[in-house]
């Protein structure tokens, strides 16, 4: 965001020379970058590794890089759909928040595709408390308190008013409803980057973007922020703050590879940075083994993958599904209820699994799509154009599908007030909010950032100061990214190489079918790629100026960590539940395994407790 931060960059460049600076100056300077700008992103500096918090300069050890240090009550890392939410609630409190998006702002992540997508609510909000949410293991007693707390009666609605959704409407000018049920309502035509668009616009939000945060500050227990790499130019940057809010997206890039990405929905920074950070300072990491999947991956490889060529998005189309020999998986007489598997994805997958376990499942492991007779929405028609460029029919002739991951856990677990295991960092994502149901969804993400921002917002009025702040771990920090930077092997492997063994592992055994004997060889092979080969991974330059390979690094052992959580989380729970199908365990055994599973990094091996998960009386 060059060019919309001139202004914060001279005026924080006059202060540099100073050498110190007061937290006052340092927030009046932001501000003046942010003044008409639609979105804005502050480039300036304050002096290397000054005491932002106080008066006193800090100087770093001898061989360490400088880092800038920005101050800020409130950090939000994350740009997406949660981190939306969790920025405009502070917004309508009046509270000025530093926005991280580690990719460019409005274009990145998930929400910066724009895609037409379907927004969904729910007609009834006592619904959130019946069996279709309840039985997901949802930390009920969180459920509970960031429902009666929502200040506004539909959180639905009001991101549709809200500026990102251009919904479809009747001659009347009602909204054209495409999903119309008594449990959920849904309307096409949603635009999430709009969204961000309408945020930018305030005067409050400070956005850093292209920064890639890869470690949390912690000190005696509390959480005094994030630090991490500027990313086109390589410098550090720590971003002091009293209450962080983590929100960094489903962190599912590990999965599959099938010669043009990773099998997912998701976007490449979506590698889990933060939530391993956690995980590498102790912090408990809860629902590892869940995921959600749709069969929007299309072969033959290559051609096209994911959400881009909106083949086969979700259950909606539920009638293009056919076996290995063509034949339509959801019929009146399949004895599937065809209305839940449109809203209940814990069904929709753990049917298609089962069904692929019988022997419909294509050689590669997929499924078919046969569109004709089928109705698709407008958007997945217009994309239809791309395969007649390549001399496809998609109408005319059977299509290979394979299950894509867009959701999962894997992230910090939390307490009823979103606190993870560390005062001072809340987790709008954290594990347990939807437990079997793969992790968060998009629209628990609007409710659940907006009742981080509360939270955080308490907490920072009863917070104790912090008197004296410890910067080792920051050079500590510093120094492994250095490393990784600098790193001389013989012999060694490219950052792509490593990543591409990491997905191809998890892609024989982390979809809806997770057969226990690839499960075995993936945590062996895991295990090979942690001891032998990703201590030779080294990049081909150690320029700062977008080194891709070295952020590539960096991300590897993240996805290394979370899918080592993964794996050894599906095989530790001996039975079925969520959205896949373990065929040696293939039901629910609620006697041993209705709890949530919480991996730690104890002594260079991961260790799993289980935890109950707070229920909640609704009578």
């Not at 506004?152 to 990102?164: A, D, F, H, Q, S």
């Not at 629910?588 to 909640?616: A, Q, S, T």
Request: with cysteine; charged share 25%; aromatic share 10%.
């Amino acid at each position: 965001m060059h060019l919309k931060s001139e202004l914060g960059g001279i005026r924080m460049k006059e202060k540099k020379e100073q050498h110190t600076i007061s937290r006052r100056d340092f927030l009046r300077g932001m501000a003046a970058g942010a003044v008409g700008v639609a979105a804005t992103s502050v480039l300036g500096t304050t002096a290397l590794a000054e005491e932002s918090a106080g008066e006193n300069a800090v100087q770093p050890s001898a061989g360490v890089p400088g880092y800038e240090v920005y101050n800020t009550d409130l950090l939000i890392i994350g740009a997406g759909f949660g981190a939306m939410s969790a920025a405009f609630e502070a917004i309508a409190k009046g509270q000025s928040v530093v926005m991280i998006d580690k990719g460019p702002f409005r274009h990145g992540g998930n929400a910066g595709y724009n895609w037409d997508v379907i927004a969904t609510w729910v007609p009834d909000e006592s619904y959130y408390s019946s069996e279709s949410y309840l039985t997901k293991m949802v930390n009920q007693e969180l459920f509970y308190k960031a429902e009666q707390s929502e200040p506004n009666p539909n959180t639905g609605l009001t991101v549709i008013n809200r500026g990102e959704c251009l919904p479809k409407r009747n001659e009347d000018g009602s909204l054209n409803l495409y999903l119309d049920m008594p449990m959920i309502r849904g309307v096409e035509g949603v635009f999430p980057r709009h969204d961000l668009d309408a945020l930018s616009k305030s005067a409050l939000i400070t956005v850093f973007d292209r920064t890639m945060i890869t470690d949390v500050l912690i000190n005696d227990g509390v959480c005094l922020g994030a630090m991490g790499v500027y990313l086109p130019t390589g410098e550090f940057r720590v971003f002091r703050s009293k209450a962080t809010i983590l929100c960094t997206g489903p962190s599912t890039w590990f999965y599959g590879w099938n010669t043009v990405a990773a099998n997912s929905i998701a976007s490449p920074d979506n590698t889990g940075d933060v939530d391993m950070a956690c995980f590498r300072h102790g912090i408990g990491i809860g629902d590892s083994e869940y995921a959600s999947y749709d069969f929007a991956t299309t072969y033959p490889e290559g051609l096209g993958y994911g959400w881009g060529t909106m083949m086969n998005p979700d259950a909606n189309e539920f009638g293009s599904f056919c076996d290995k020999d063509g034949n339509r998986i959801f019929t009146e007489d399949s004895g599937i209820d065809l209305v839940r598997i449109t809203y209940d994805r814990n069904y929709f997958n753990s049917n298609l699994a089962k069904i692929m376990y019988a022997g419909a499942a294509t050689e590669s492991g997929g499924l078919i799509a046969k569109l004709e007779e089928v109705k698709l929405r407008p958007a997945m028609q217009k994309n239809m154009k791309v395969f007649d460029k390549f001399g496809i029919d998609p109408y005319g002739q059977e299509l290979g599908i394979h299950d894509e991951i867009y959701e999962r856990g894997g992230t910090p677990v939390i307490d009823d007030t979103m606190m993870a295991e560390c005062k001072g960092l809340f987790c709008v994502r954290g594990a347990g909010v939807m437990g079997s149901g793969g992790g968060s969804c998009v629209a628990l993400n609007n409710r659940f950032g907006s009742y981080a921002t509360r939270c955080a917002l308490q907490y920072i009025k009863s917070a104790e100061s912090v008197e004296k702040i410890d910067w080792t771990p920051v050079e500590k920090e510093i120094s492994r990214l250095e490393e990784l930077r600098t790193r001389k092997v013989d012999g060694g492997y490219r950052p792509f190489e490593v990543r591409h063994m990491i997905q191809k592992a998890c892609g024989t055994c982390m979809g809806v079918l997770r057969a226990t004997d690839k499960l075995e060889a993936c945590d062996k092979e895991l295990e090979r790629i942690r001891e032998e080969v990703i201590p030779k991974m080294a990049v081909s330059t150690d320029s700062r100026v977008f080194n891709q390979e070295w952020k590539e690094s960096i991300e590897n052992y993240n996805l290394l960590d979370g899918a080592q959580l993964a794996v050894k989380a599906t095989l530790l729970r001996e039975e079925s539940r969520g959205t896949y199908l373990r065929p040696d365990f293939p039901e629910p055994d609620n006697d041993n395994w209705n709890c949530m599973l919480v991996g730690y990094w104890d002594d260079g091996g991961i260790r799993f407790e289980k935890r109950e998960i707070p229920g909640h009386d609704w009578a």
